[in-house]
């Protein structure tokens, strides 16, 4: 069965081999798609859908959005475009919006606390579903906005992890399309006619000026160097740990029997970890 454009074969490509790299989908899985209705969610339900159709093992999907309860939303038009399509799709209604306001501290950015209750509900609903796996939209950008974010503005060198269960061990977080950029989401979201929908939150769209100063010098740098988004994706994947100063990848200095030394000879991924961005 050929795919239908050169992009959705590009895109399908990359989100199978971060499947099979990161090891995200098993015979048998039940896969939650978090569908916030922005462009990332909607080509990851489209393209996981491809994939599901072509693939030599059974999976399914069901895509579930968490209204926040803003007015507005427009939860009618994912509701309409998963069934013209045949996907299986439960909306979710909450008062996230309300409680943010409650509890957010005056000048904190929302995006953080908001991800967080928002991924409580997905946690949820997956339970009550019998989901094996939580999907969601993070893609090339995202890994290496959050990357240099932490790097610049925390103090730690990490990125976010494609496979994450969570800390009960309960549930299994993915990001098939570690690999896709941004742009390529963007045009295939278009390209399928998939309706891009705001969450209609007050800070709906408006990036953290650290993470847009972050956007725009990657942006900067890849007109400059082009490949430098490809190589920064490359580095997390190529992590040199006797090469930095943690003393806790190399407590006794002496390299050659440290744990550091067997874990970069391994490749194993070292360090994991997550932000949220907009609509996430
Ligand atoms: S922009 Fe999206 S992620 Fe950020 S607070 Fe609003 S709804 Fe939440």
Request: hydrophobic share 40%; glycine share 6%.
């Amino acid at each position: 069965m050929a795919y239908r454009s050169p992009l959705e074969s590009r895109i399908a490509k990359k989100t199978t081999k971060a499947i099979s790299d990161f090891n995200l989908i098993a015979d048998g899985d039940r896969i939650m798609v978090g569908l916030s209705g922005g462009k990332d969610s909607w080509a990851l339900l489209q393209i996981l859908d491809e994939l599901r159709q072509r693939a030599p093992i059974d999976f399914s999907l069901i895509a579930v959005n968490v209204d926040s309860g803003y007015k507005d939303f427009k939860h009618d038009v994912i509701a309409r475009t998963c069934e013209a399509r045949g996907w299986e799709y439960r909306i979710e209604h909450t008062s996230i919006g309300d409680l943010m306001d409650d509890i957010l501290e005056a000048n904190a950015t929302p995006c953080s606390l908001c991800a967080r209750l928002r991924r409580g509900v997905l946690y949820r609903i997956a339970s009550e579903i019998g989901a094996t796996k939580i999907a969601l939209g993070h893609h090339l950008d995202d890994f290496i906005e959050t990357l240099l974010l932490n790097l610049f503005f925390a103090g730690s060198l990490m990125a976010m992890p494609a496979r994450l269960v969570s800390d009960d061990g309960q549930h299994t977080v993915i990001r098939p399309l570690a690999y896709v950029e941004e742009a390529e989401a963007r045009l295939y979201a278009k390209e399928r006619d998939l309706p891009i929908i705001g969450c209609c939150c007050p800070a709906c769209g408006d990036l953290s000026l650290q993470r847009q100063r972050v956007k725009r010098l990657i942006m900067d740098l890849e007109v400059e160097h082009p490949g430098v988004k490809q190589s920064m994706l490359k580095a997390l994947s190529n992590v040199k740990p006797r090469h930095l100063l943690d003393r806790r990848l190399n407590p006794s200095g002496e390299l050659r029997d440290s744990v550091a030394l067997r874990l970069e000879e391994s490749g194993a991924p070292l360090l994991q970890i997550q932000t949220s961005r907009p609509g996430h």
